[in-house]
């Protein structure tokens, strides 16, 4: 996506899926992260890791990234980001999403992983016509 | 030439038509993450699993 800097924001949102058993402890990893200032290192780690996501996995990721050991531990074992987590999934039921990732781009909706070049068609074609 | 001209606003016209016809969801953008120009032309809105 680097050819279109400065043409595209990002927004991530929680959508752990309730059977797999380590989609919502990586989903506090990485809001702990974010506290600490390395939301999109952590990102970026648990999608070159997956599915090795298990807390001991997790923690050793964090330390990786040297945040603090003792507030990330803490905030994971907590649930900290709970109420964050729940409410994108209520936002993720309410859109009637059944599978991840799943992507608006400019508020049209893109289900599953698509080959880069499908992505690229639909960013395209909004550029043009935003740019008309 | 006006043959050809005529052809290409039509083609324009259904071009204009069928972009609008595309069906749209309004997300709320919140506070989630972020990366990116808040002005971007372009809104990516992700619901993701690491898993």
Same mark, same amino acid.
């Given at each position: 996506?680097?050819?279109?800097?400065?043409?595209?924001?990002?927004?991530?949102?929680?959508?752990?899926?309730?059977?797999?058993?380590?989609?919502?402890?990586?989903?506090?990893?990485?809001?702990?992260?974010?506290?600490?200032?390395?939301?999109?290192?952590?990102?970026?780690?648990?999608?070159?890791?997956?599915?090795?996501?298990?807390?001991?996995?997790?923690?050793?990721?964090?330390?990786?990234?040297?945040?603090?050991?003792?507030?990330?531990?803490?905030?994971?074992?907590?649930?900290?980001?709970?109420?964050?987590?729940?409410?994108?999934?209520?936002?993720?039921?309410?859109?009637?999403?059944?599978?991840?990732?799943?992507?608006?781009?400019?508020?049209?909706?893109?289900?599953?992983?698509?080959?880069?070049?499908?992505?690229?068609?639909?960013?395209?074609?909004?550029?043009?016509?935003?740019?008309? | 030439?006006?043959?050809?001209?005529?052809?290409? !606003?039509?083609?324009?016209?259904?071009?204009?038509?069928?972009? =609008?016809? #595309? %069906?749209?969801?309004?997300?709320? !953008?919140?506070?989630?993450?972020?990366?990116?120009?808040?002005? =971007?032309? #372009? %809104?990516?809105?992700?619901?993701?699993?690491?898993?």
């Amino acid at each position: 996506m680097e050819e279109y800097k400065g043409k595209i924001r990002l927004i991530l949102r929680q959508y752990p899926y309730k059977y797999r058993d380590y989609s919502h402890i990586a989903a506090e990893a990485v809001l702990a992260a974010g506290d600490q200032g390395k939301y999109w290192e952590m990102h970026d780690i648990l999608l070159k890791k997956s599915p090795k996501l298990d807390r001991e996995s997790l923690i050793s990721y964090a330390a990786e990234l040297e945040l603090d050991m003792k507030r990330f531990t803490n905030d994971l074992d907590t649930m900290k980001h709970l109420d964050i987590i729940k409410r994108d999934i209520a936002l993720a039921e309410a859109l009637d999403l059944y599978n991840t990732p799943t992507i608006f781009i400019n508020g049209r909706k893109v289900i599953g992983n698509r080959p880069y070049e499908y992505i690229k068609k639909i960013i395209d074609e909004e550029l043009q016509h935003a740019e008309k | 030439m006006k043959i050809t001209i005529r052809i290409a !606003l039509i083609f324009l016209l259904l071009s204009v038509l069928a972009f =609008a016809d #595309i %069906t749209r969801f309004d997300v709320p !953008l919140g506070d989630s993450p972020q990366l990116g120009p808040p002005n =971007a032309l #372009i %809104t990516m809105i992700e619901f993701l699993d690491f898993q």
